[in-house]
């Protein structure tokens, strides 16, 4: 309910802002007033963010309004005054939609809270929180350019375009790592405008701590996003509850802190809402991750995940929900352990976890078993580029054993662009035996996945993979399910001497980059090493 004392104290509504923290309403909105420099409206109809004026400045986009994907259609919007205007709450319940939206502010803070509540997917197949900015005042999008489509030409479906200078540019080139995408955001001369995602805030999202998701696309208007769920190379189920707390945050420029307290959400009857003394955590050691690759510790189930990432073999846990959780261990991005962990409200559980990644002698090996293509050919900016950008270095290639580097071996392979990869090595005498051959891949593209020979011999085909039925590669996604395929060369293909592997890929599909592809993570031929 609006409570109407606050508006009799605060004054009549009028264009600029309030004299001090507080709530007005008209028949057709309402207006919040920090206190902090930040002054928003709510549509009352919808729950749309209609006006973001911070400093005196309209920031909120000219085409279509802020909030939840294009909009809740017609909800229940409710807003009160709390704890003696301590807090400001507006509730949004969409009619037609498993959607509940909340906005809160606080007294002095440029700062709007949010949590989203779903009891159910939400079409068209997505959740997001989307900020519509002007762009002429918040020109500079997250990564820079990389989402920046101004006077460029759609190629690649709706959303992956190439500019004059041969340059390319997607929205999907702007997302980082759940697991280090906190805060993100887009700035100008004047002011930033800051997606928050502190503590436990992707909980209830999906596809772990390496999943990756749109952050910001600059056109018309500048688009700030939070993605809680989505189908871009999502590897697990829509989980349902509260999303967030989060927040989108104002400032002069400066990036914001992800210390972000939101734990006076407890107070605020907020659905799904999980306070900290209703969880638990878990502690322990993790133990057999070489030197030179980040320890990941992942806890899921079906309602919820969290991660963190070990220091010196030690970790703990964030504040998690009561229950029994998968828990993994991630050497870099590759899982190397697995084990179950019950969690109890407010008690810390301890669970240690050890690596169990196998160490074969290897007669050679290109690139390093870490779920992540980083340091092959191209590795460096598939991230934030399409595989046909003027700055990518050529596709396919030759590898020479013992001079090329990792940097010479292509990333990915794809059936109809670019030609394979070969690779040339030595064997002794004494190598001339059986041997296994392994190659390691992150993510398949319309069941691309390796063909190898080695002389007369021929690899059997593998069979496609699980599909997952997005692109991938060429919107800068390079992890999906991983797959490490093996296959027993017989001495009969090898000889003493030069002796060449060549990789190609099983499957078909569309024309040059959309053809059927994989991603490699490494390459390695098992046996004796000398």
Request: net charge neutral; aromatic share 10%.
């Amino acid at each position: 309910m609006f409570v109407a004392s606050a508006f009799i104290a605060l004054g009549l509504l009028g264009d600029g802002a309030l004299a001090a923290f507080g709530l007005t309403s008209t028949s057709s909105r309402y207006k919040v007033d920090t206190n902090g420099g930040l002054v928003f409206e709510i549509n009352r109809a919808n729950g749309d963010l209609t006006s973001l004026v911070y400093n005196g400045v309209e920031y909120q986009g000219t085409s279509k309004a802020s909030g939840i994907n294009s909009g809740l259609g017609t909800s229940q919007v409710t807003a009160e005054a709390i704890d003696n205007n301590k807090y400001i709450k507006i509730i949004a319940k969409a009619n037609s939609l498993p959607v509940t939206h909340y906005y809160i502010a606080k007294p002095d803070d440029p700062t709007i809270y949010m949590a989203t509540y779903i009891t159910g997917e939400v079409d068209p197949g997505e959740l997001r929180f989307l900020a519509r900015l002007r762009q002429k005042e918040l020109p500079t999008g997250v990564h820079g350019d990389v989402g920046n489509t101004i006077g460029c030409t759609a190629f690649e479906g709706k959303d992956t375009f190439k500019c004059s200078n041969g340059q390319t540019r997607c929205k999907m080139y702007t997302s980082d790592r759940f697991i280090e995408d906190q805060v993100h955001g887009v700035t100008g001369s004047k002011a930033a405008a800051w997606m928050i995602m502190p503590g436990t805030a992707y909980e209830t999202s999906s596809g772990g701590p390496f999943m990756r998701d749109i952050n910001s696309q600059t056109g018309s208007d500048q688009e700030l996003y939070w993605y809680m769920n989505s189908g871009h190379v999502r590897t697990e189920p829509w989980r349902f509850g509260l999303m967030g707390p989060y927040a989108m945050r104002f400032t002069k420029g400066e990036k914001p802190s992800v210390d972000l307290d939101t734990s006076f959400f407890g107070s605020l009857n907020v659905q799904g809402y999980v306070p900290a003394n209703q969880r638990g955590s878990v502690s322990g050691s993790a133990t057999g991750v070489p030197s030179g690759f980040e320890a990941v510790v992942h806890w899921y189930n079906d309602k919820a995940q969290y991660w963190t990432k070990a220091s010196n073999g030690a970790f703990k846990s964030p504040q998690m929900k009561a229950g029994t959780y998968t828990m993994k261990l991630y050497k870099g991005e590759l899982e190397v352990a697995k084990d179950t962990v019950t969690v109890t409200a407010g008690k810390d559980t301890a669970k240690n976890i050890a690596s169990a990644e196998p160490n074969p002698s290897v007669v050679w090996r290109i690139g390093d078993f870490d779920g992540r293509p980083m340091e092959l050919k191209n590795g460096d900016k598939i991230e934030r580029m399409h595989p046909s950008d003027t700055r990518m270095s050529s596709w396919g290639g030759t590898y020479d054993v013992g001079k090329s580097s990792p940097r010479d071996f292509p990333m990915a392979l794809f059936a109809k662009a670019g030609g394979s990869a070969k690779v040339n090595f030595n064997l002794s005498a004494s190598q001339v035996r059986d041997l296994t051959l392994k190659v390691g891949t992150t993510l398949s593209f319309k069941g691309g996945r390796p063909s190898v020979s080695i002389g007369s011999w021929t690899g059997k085909d593998p069979g496609a993979p699980t599909l997952i039925d997005s692109r991938g590669v060429t919107r800068g996604a390079y992890r999906g399910y991983g797959n490490q395929y093996t296959w027993s060369v017989p001495a009969s293909a090898l000889k003493q001497g030069q002796n060449t592997l060549t990789l190609g890929v099983y499957g078909s599909g569309d024309q040059e980059f959309l053809s059927a592809n994989y991603i490699i993570d490494a390459v390695e031929l098992q046996g004796p090493s000398s």
